[in-house]
């Protein structure tokens, strides 16, 4: 009997502690929350849809990245850390001159929203609301 509680207790604590996410697709809550903050800092460049055709764009010395495209252009797997890194911008060497896309680790840091948010909270959701956008083949 007693062995009978150990090896329940130990596939319990095998189990996960919640809802476990796909690897292959984001995160929902945090695509719908970082649509906020893409519409906020990310829709005059790249658009309302991702496709690098935002109110700006023209106005811009490179244009913005379609980013619906990012999955297929990384062979079909959406490359999160890249766009993370891309996004966050505090840790790229700029030996060459400035970025053409303004460091959102630092805005973000200083942001004051409807909910407070880390950098890395605001990253997080921003990137899965852009993994939400890739393009689907069909």
Do not use: N
């Amino acid at each position: 009997m007693r062995c009978r509680y150990v090896v329940l207790a130990t596939l319990a604590c095998l189990l996960p502690l919640g809802p476990v996410r796909a690897a292959d697709r984001p995160d929902e809550v945090s695509a719908a929350k970082g649509k906020i903050i893409y519409v906020r800092y990310c829709a005059s460049c790249h658009g309302m849809t991702g496709r690098g055709d935002g109110t700006v764009a023209s106005e811009l010395r490179v244009p913005p990245a379609d980013l619906t495209r990012l999955a297929e252009r990384a062979g079909g797997r959406f490359p999160e850390d890249a766009v993370t890194r891309s996004i966050d911008g505090r840790r790229t060497a700029r030996v060459h001159g400035t970025a053409d896309m303004p460091v959102w680790g630092e805005v973000f840091g200083r942001a004051e929203g409807t909910e407070a948010m880390t950098v890395e909270s605001a990253l997080r959701r921003v990137v899965h609301y852009i993994w939400s956008l890739q393009a689907t083949k069909g």
